[in-house]
Structure formats: C-alpha cells, structure tokens
C-alpha cells in the first residue's frame, strides 16, 4: 500500500502563486508515476499533472501548461505541485495519486490516492 497526503492547498487571488504537496509513505517502491488531479463542485475528476518518480518525465494538461510545474524529491518521498498566475477556474480539490504504470493521464491507471486539498482562488 502507498498512503499519500496533500497539504499547502488554501485561498489565493488570482495571479498568485501556491506550492502543494504530496507525502508518500508505505510501499513507495512500487509507485512508477506521481499524479495531481482536481475536482471543481459538480465537475467530473481532471488529470493536472504527472512525473515518473526516477526519469522525472513530466506530462501537463493543456489549462496549465506554463503556469503548473510538477517535481518530485525522491529522498524526501514528495511530489509538488508549484501553482503560479492561479485562475478561478483552478478553483477545486487537488488530489495526488500514485500508479504502478508509466501512464500518466488516465485515472483508472492510478491506484492510491490522497484525501485531497482544496484550492480556492478567488476574482
């Protein structure tokens, strides 16, 4: 089993920055891909990001493609989410998840998931 917990989600005004991240403990070993993923109120679960754990491959979804950063410290068993020029519409609850695959965007792919932490931004 692979517990993560999000933290470092909170309320920001647009344009501003937030860093989350994402502790892993148990059997970290057998995670190959870090995720992040959010759910807005009344929305279906999105893919955010993802990077492997030792290649450091990273795959974002289009929304935020220059604005989010991934990153991974290996030693520490923590994947990040650097948020910057937040949108609203980022508004949700960040979850991370790890999977056993090197696919990154698919979330059956991924097996173990966070409580998640929310991210609010405001206008």
């Known amino acids: 089993q692979v517990q993560l917990v999000e933290s470092g989600g909170g309320l920001v005004q647009a344009g501003g920055s937030l860093r989350l991240s994402c502790a892993a403990s148990?059997?970290?070993?057998?995670?190959?891909?870090m995720g992040w993923f959010r759910q807005a109120p009344g929305k279906e679960r999105e893919f955010v990001a993802a990077?492997?754990?030792?290649?450091?491959?990273?795959d974002y979804t289009d929304s935020v493609k220059g604005r989010f950063t991934i990153s991974v410290n290996n030693a520490k068993n923590t994947v990040y989410l650097q948020m910057n020029s937040l949108k609203p519409e980022d508004t949700a609850v960040y979850y991370c998840?790890?999977?056993?695959?090197?696919?990154?965007?698919?979330?059956?792919?991924?097996?173990?998931w966070g409580q998640g932490t929310q991210v609010t931004v405001s206008s």
């Open positions: 148990g059997r970290t070993f057998s995670a190959y891909t």
């Open positions: 998840a790890a999977s056993l695959r090197r696919s990154t965007r698919i979330s059956f792919e991924y097996a173990y």
């Open positions: 990077i492997s754990w030792s290649a450091g491959n990273t």
